[in-house]
Every structure is written in C-alpha cells, then in structure tokens.
C-alpha cells in the first residue's frame, strides 16, 4: 500500500475533525512554539548582552583594591553594597595601601609589552555646562591620555587629555558632541572656547581640546531621559581632577587593555599575582583583577543553565502533547473499529493497518510542530525586537523541531496502531 | 452444470467452538463437511443461530476452524499463517456484508479501489478498474460520493463492485438484501445473477428470504450446526 495514500488518508481524517486535531496538537504546538520563542530570545539576550560587553571593552581588565577580609558582605560586592549601607568600608584606607605610581611604572616596565593601554579615572561628580539658556548635564572625570584608547572613544576634533596636562594640572576638557551642541550650536565651534562647569559648590571653568563622539550603549543601563537632558562625560586632566577633590595620589582601581594577541584573562592572572607581592604584608587590602572575558564566559555559563532548565520544560510539554496524541490515536481507533475489521477482510495485512495509524499520528505531530514553529518565529522575531535586538531562530532549531516532532509521532503513535493491527478481523467486524 | 468443473471450496469435518469462560466450550459447527464447485451459485439459509455466519467466516479466511480440513483453491487454509490468510482474503474472496461497511468519509471509487491498494495495484490501473466496476454496477454517476450521501442499495451496489476489485474467485454475501426493502433486495440480487451469468463467479449468498434462496442453484439449510438439507441436486 502506497505511503502517499496514507498521507492523503491521513489528512482527509484530521481534516473531516478539525477541532478535535487542533485540539490534540495543542500540546506538541505550544511545546515546540516555546523552544523556537526561547531559543530565539536567548540568542538575542546573549548576542546584546555580548556586544554591550564587547562595547564596553572585551579586552579590558579591571585592577582594583578590595578587602582581604570581608565581614558580611560578601567579596566583590564590598563596595557598592558599603556605600549603599551608608557607611564607607574603604574610608579608613590609608594613602600608603593605594596603588602607586611606583607600583604602575613597575607593572609597565614588567609587562609593558602585553599591555595596549592602562588608563586611570578620578570621579569628581555630576555637574552642568551652562551658557545662558543652553546647558547640558555632565558626570566630570579626570582620566589619563590611555583611557581613549580603553574606553575606544571616537575623536572628532582636536585631541584628547595628554600626559602634559597632568604634568601641568590645567584646567582642558575633552567634551562630547552632544554637550559642543548644546552651548556651542555648532561641534567644530567649540575647539580652544572656554566653557563653565557648575558643580555643586563652585564654578570651574575649562579650555575645550577636544570633542569625541558620544555613543548610546545598545543596552541602556539609566532609566529613559529626555533627548536634551542624557548626561555624558567631560574629561579633564588626572591631576586636575585630584587637585579638585583633594584626593592622593595613587589610586584605587585602573583599567588596563591587552594588546591584540593577549589573552585578556592571562594577563589578568599575571597582573594579580604581581601586585600579590606588594600587598602580601598588607592587612587589610589585596588586588584584584579581573578581565571582560571572564564576565562573558559566566555569562555564556548563566545562559547554558538557563537554556538546560528550558530543555528539560519544553521536553515535559512534549511529553504532555505525545501523550495527549497518543490517547486521541486510541479514541480514534476504538472508533473505527469496524473499519479497521473491513479493511482486513478487504486484505490489509498487520503491517498496512500498523502504518497506516502510525503515519496518522506523525502526520498530527507534524502539522502541530509546524504551527509551533510558526508560532514560535511569530513570538521570537516579536519579543526579540522588543528587546531591541531583533532576531530570527536559526534553521538548525527549525530542523531540529520538525524532526523531533515527528519522532514524537512515531513514538506515542506506535502504540495504538499496533493495538489496531493486532485486532481479530471477526471481532473488529462484529464491533457496535 | 459440468463435473468437469473443478471444486474450489473443499471442507470436510470441520468443527468450530468458542471459549465462554474456563470449563465451558461451545461447539457451533459439528464436523461440517461441504464442496463448491468453481461458478457454482449456493445458498446457506437456517435459523438465526445456527452458525450460518459463522461457517461463512471461515470460508472467507477470517477465522480458522478449530479442527477439520479446509482447502481453498488449491490452499489448505487450516495451515496457513496471518499474513497468508490476508493475501487469500485480498485476492481470492469477495466480501459483501448486511451493513455494507463502506469505509466512511471515502468516496465511492476510493473504496472501490481500496482492495487494489492492499494488492499493490498501481494507481492508474486501480482507478481504471474501479471506474469500470462502478459503471457494470449502474453506480458511474456516483463515484465521487461519499457512503453518507449514499441510499442503502447504492452503498451495496459499490459495496459488490469492492467486492469484485481484485476479480476473485468467490464473492461471500452474508445476508446482502438484509438491510434493504425487498424492491432494492431485487436490484441488487440481480446484480449477483449477472455477476455469476457473465462473469461466471462461484457465489455463497447467505439469506432469510426463501424466494431469493430458490433463485439460486443450490441451496444449503444449516441446523445447530450441521447441513440438514442440500435442495436442487448438490451433494453434501
Ligand atoms: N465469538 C463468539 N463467542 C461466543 N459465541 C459466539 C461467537 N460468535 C458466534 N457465537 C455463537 O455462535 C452461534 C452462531 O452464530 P452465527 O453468527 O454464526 O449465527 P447465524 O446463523 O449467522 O445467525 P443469524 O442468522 O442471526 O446471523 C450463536 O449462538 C452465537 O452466539
Ligand atoms: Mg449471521
């Protein structure tokens, strides 16, 4: 007996109760929807939070100054959660168990030749350029000549913070285009103009020498503001900004950038152990560093659970739907008891009427799979542009998803068509 | 009628019981014995009971006899095995059943064709040869409709033109006319007469009616199981 004749039988049946095989796919369509939706939003999660990462510098280290032993809080999270807390667990550091500049030129000299940059910053705080009407808000920081480079910022015009304007401690500002427009209607009208900063007790005022191009990140991290009121960064000298804040000199944290052929978290390694020596005797203090790829690795490790987790829910709501198929295929072939008998003693063989249902019930399986992954593109192009990153699931899943859906047919199918096959002729005939 | 002609049912101490419940063992056929001859036209008629239906079943190759010899054709049916008995089913008999069993929600010609399915006929043959059946049985006008849209002798009329799909040598009908008023019972009895006329199919027509019976050759009367009588000349 031909396999299309079974196909188109097979149709004809579903098709003669629609409900009831809608009905019956639900399990298998909203099980296969849900992998493509998650496996298409995961994508995108992972794809934005990866180029976020990747903005922010995927080849950067962290070096920073943390507690050798922490009470309550736990490592890492010291900082933020002590400010938060009210009170300041770094107030008590003294000047000598900062990074010093000694210790950098050390690092350099040691490892100069992995290290693409090595930029440093001093928050001073928020403040806002302000000429008449026009004003644009401002996070001040004092940065060193490399933190271009690290942070990979864009210059438009002029130059940006050299080693000179440390060594002098003068009053230049590096300003993005969005603040040059703000006061100076124009980007390139702003070079070598003086611009006031209000800060919250005293008024500064720059030589603007350079304008960098300000970048929204994809993922933004501040609530929404209006166009005119996003606060961008106005860099001035290291120095300067230690002079305003009265702040030592040495540091706290920096930020170092591997060359293009270093690994990020070797060098990290290295770096660490390095500065193990200098604060070997150090009671209260240690160094830690910390590279971007480490942080995306355990973010590919975080989506590796999450996306395991999703298996096993997407595998139990197929289980659901092959049962379900399975029970509807014993309905359906209870029903058609007479035919089944009829059909024997028109001559079908065991095996005719075995793959006649089996194929019944992959065809079932089949049509609910594609309405799944109809849906789950639907849902997943969908929810994915909401996220702002919009994606489309790979054909790999799709193929993936019809096969597996069919093999669920052939599995929970098996069952009830060999009940059928094995019916007794006479009995199947004489069947009310 | 010929004694040349050669006998295709040949039955002889066939015994048929059922199992109801462990010590019980209910005997229906006790030692039939019967021969056919090839184009011969017979009647089985008794009382309701007497396992008329019964002995039709292994006739046809549905069920096996519990003891006794059977050949069909040349094939010594209590021997073979599942999947024989479904090729014998398929190519040598022709059921035609009291309530017609079409298979619902399949037109005319597909049921038709549904034999030729099972024997691997191939598409355009199959349709070819049901087209053909539907039109000897008057039934051409409606080959596309469905066993619902069908009167009772328009679904027997397809129901024997099936039964003729895959031109065997004997058509069993188990009370055909069972399920008709008896001006559509005579339409599809002379349907029977023109297949055995023309065709010259062997025929075993199972009835209540004793007008239809005389209008066959032979007629058989099965009581609790055994042949009490064989009319018009056969032998038991
Ligand atoms: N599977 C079975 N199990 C038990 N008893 C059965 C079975 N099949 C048939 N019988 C019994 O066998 C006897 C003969 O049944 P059968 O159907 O052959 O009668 P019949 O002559 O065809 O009757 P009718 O004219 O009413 O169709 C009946 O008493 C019936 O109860
Ligand atoms: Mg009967």
Redesign the pocket.
Known sequence: MDFIENIRLAVTGLLSNKMRALLTMLGIIIGIAAVITIVTLGDAITSTVSSTMEEMGGKNITVLLEEKNPEVVLPGMSQTLGVSMGFDIMGNMAESDLISDEMIGQLWDRYGDEIQALSMIEQVGNGKAQDGRAYSNLSVSGVNGDYEKSESLTLLEGRFINDRDIDRAVNVAVISDKTAKAIFGQADKALAQEIKVHMDTEIQTYTVVGIYEYEELVMPMTTQVAEEDVRTAFYIPLSTARKQTGAPDGCKSFTLMAKQNIQPSELADKVESFFDIYYRDNVNYRCSATSMDTIIEQMDDIMGTVSVAIAVIAGISLLVGGIGVMNIMLVSITERTREIGTRKALGATNGNIRIQFVVEAVIICLIGGIIGIILGILCGVFGSSILGYPAFPGVGIILIAVTFSMLIGVFFGYYPANKAARMDP??AL?YE | MSETKQVIIQMKGIRKS???GQPHE?E?LHGIGLSVRKGEFVSIV????????????IIGALDRPTSGEYILDGVDISKAGDGELSGIRNRKIGFVFQTFNLIPRTSALKNVELPMLYSGTSKTLRTARAKELLEIVEMGERMSHQPSELSGGQKQRVAIARAMANDPAIILA??PTGALDSETGRLVMDLFHKLHREQGKTIVL?T?NQELALETERILT?RDGNFISDEKGGQV
Do not use: P, Q, V
């Open positions: 006479i009995e004489r | 059922f199992y109801i209910l229906i008794g009382a309701s009971g007497s396992g008329k239906s019964t002995l039709m079943n188990d009370e199972i209540h099965l």
